[in-house]
């Protein structure tokens, strides 16, 4: 299992050495703060200027809600889709919280299959 903050040191130093690389960072708790500033940087980031109306829908359309319900609707329409039974891609939509209960299903998903 990889350290993540050994992930994220590599991660920014390889950006770093390779400054002609285009990267945006986004940082979950500013998208909590303020979706819509965010998507707007991110479409200034992709070379697009969108007006206040559009942006305004993507982050609605993005929001953690909306996403959690779209994994019940994708699990619904699709059941083998490969998606894991019992393992939900969103936790509760807070910074700083950390799923226990999923991580534990994972690692036993995780290990179950490199056994096999």
């Not at 940082?27 to 991110?42: M, N, Q, T």
């Not at 200027?49 to 609605?60: C, I, M, P, Q, T």
């Amino acid at each position: 299992m990889c350290n993540y903050f050994t992930y994220i040191k590599s991660y920014l130093q390889y950006f770093k050495d390779k400054p002609s690389i285009p990267h945006l960072v986004v940082f979950y708790e500013d998208i909590k703060k303020d979706p819509v500033a965010e998507v707007r940087r991110l479409s200034e980031f992709l070379g697009k200027d969108y007006g206040d109306d559009f942006l305004s829908d993507v982050a609605n359309a993005c929001s953690f809600e909306n996403m959690k319900n779209a994994e019940g609707t994708i699990r619904q329409s699709a059941p083998n889709n490969g998606l894991i039974e019992g393992f939900n891609f969103y936790r509760k939509g807070e910074s700083n919280v950390f799923c226990w209960e999923g991580w534990r299903r994972l690692k036993i998903l995780t290990s179950h299959d490199s056994n096999s």
